[in-house]
């Protein structure tokens, strides 16, 4: 117990780590991205002032255009007769000057010439009218908000192709082996908004590291690999030798292994080989370095009460997994993460070093899991 202890206090802490490595982090520069490109990254500013959508009524069903008023008291007993057919028009499409409803196919018949209507209307059936989807003067996007497929939608209803956006460009450094976990890093941080480079894998020796990191024109390069003890740490090597090494071995489970630097200005996240420090990893440091990058608000979590006790270690910052069960958290896995964890877990949060984990029925604010990747 006394060496446990004695590992544990030779961690840095999570907090301190994440204040190193964020001190001096600013938004990197906005850019305009078509709308394919645009979803997961972070709006740049309050994107345009909106013109009402609809722009005009439009109909929401196939139907017969009227004014409401001309239709009073109109049924199968008492049919209001036409001299002429009335206006058609399809869903979507915008209503004549002068209707204010629209009547389903069935309830208006032709009668040899003529034609008769066997049911009424009130104002607006069948109708979206102006504005009703966006008011006009709204603004299409927040500064900081993640862009959605909904937003998309109301980009592309409005007729935009591209947003601007702050999407960081982030480099992963494969060192092998290590290819499954480089990967999804990879696919996590594209999900994240960033703008991924290929992954590239480097020679585990400290000079090619140290090559690649001078090459990198990344706001955020992340090593995968070589950050083990003894002859397992070659990643720290390079960093000591040419760059800042901020801290090596954190107070994070799982993770500890993880490694934060600074080369030039740029900084660097070395991870873990085994993908479940990885994720760790990325949860506890790589998402608020990104964050920070692309000037993304900080998240809000969902407070639901604990379907049952979390235990924790005092000293160490862990990563619980959660799944949504009977409107509260059901913990799945915390400190450990096995992989499969992963695809039954809704959310996720961390427990503070400072604390001894959580009793059941306690109030926790927690992170979605989504498929697209973590919040």
Known sequence: MLQQHAAIGALTPLNTVLHRLLEGLSPVNAEM???????????????????????????????WAFRAIDLSGASAFSPVMLA????????????????????????VQPVGPQWQVIGDAVPGQGIRRVGEDCASGQHLLETGRRISPADLLLARSHGLSSLRVRRPVVQILE???????????????YAQGARCLPVETCRCDAQSIAGALQASEADLVVLVGGTGAHD????????????????????????????????GNRPVIALPALASHAIAGCLGL???ALRRLSGAAEPW???????????????????????LQDEGWMPVAAGDLPLVSLSVADAWLILAATSEGYSAGTVVGAFPLHVTGFT
């Open 175 to 189: 060192l092998a082996p290590a290819e499954a976990t480089a990967q999804f890093v990879a696919e996590w941080a």
């Open 84 to 107: 002429a057919q009335p206006a058609w028009v399809a869903e979507g499409e915008t209503l004549p000057d002068g209707c204010d409803c629209l009547l389903e196919p069935s309830l």
């Open 33 to 63: 991205v078509a709308l394919h490109q645009a979803c997961g990254c972070v709006a740049a500013d309050e994107q345009l002032t909106m013109p009402p959508l609809p722009p005009a009524n439009r109909a929401e069903i196939d139907g």
């Open 286 to 288: 790589v998402a608020p």
């Open 232 to 263: 397992n740490r070659k990643a720290i090597e390079a960093l000591a030798a040419h760059g800042t090494l901020i801290a090596h071995g954190i107070a994070l489970s799982p993770g500890r292994m993880t490694a934060v630097a600074r080369a």
């Open 301 to 323: 979590p969902i407070a639901l009460p604990l379907a049952r006790k979390i235990s924790s270690t005092v000293g160490i910052a862990e990563i619980a997994l959660l799944k």
